[in-house]
């Protein structure tokens, strides 16, 4: 369930409690609304958000790119990295049957096109939107 919303300047975060049977962790979504890069300043304010909420994982969307520092910093740490680039090619794999608006991004995640550190999540939505221009849906 969705305990947080924030919306800030250049980015919003959602928090979400997952309760499974057999485990529960924290996982805070950061998406950043920049087509620039993403520095490894940015990342580092994002890990240490992580450690606050002492959430078990975070998943950070960008509409640019990160840098090679910040890439680098995500290495060995629970943060997940989707850029332009990933996202366009999951969207373009999977065939979301929701039309896609100027400011609504979506994303249906399936077990084939997921990132193998996302499979073993049994909880993932089947849809995800992404707020990318400042509105929260």
Known sequence: KITDIS???????????IDTPKWSDVVLFRFFRSQGSVG????????????????????CLSAGIYSEESRRFAEGRPLDLYDKDRLNTILN?????????????????VEKSCPKSLNSWPFWPDLLYIPLCGEVY
């Open 93 to 109: 794999s999977v065939d979301s049957g929701t039309p896609l608006g100027n400011c609504k991004t979506a994303i249906k995640i």
């Open 40 to 59: 490894e300043l940015l990342l580092r304010d994002f890990h240490g958000r992580i450690k606050d909420l002492k959430a078990g994982q975070g998943i």
């Open 7 to 17: 919306v800030f300047a250049d980015y919003s975060d959602i928090v979400a409690e």
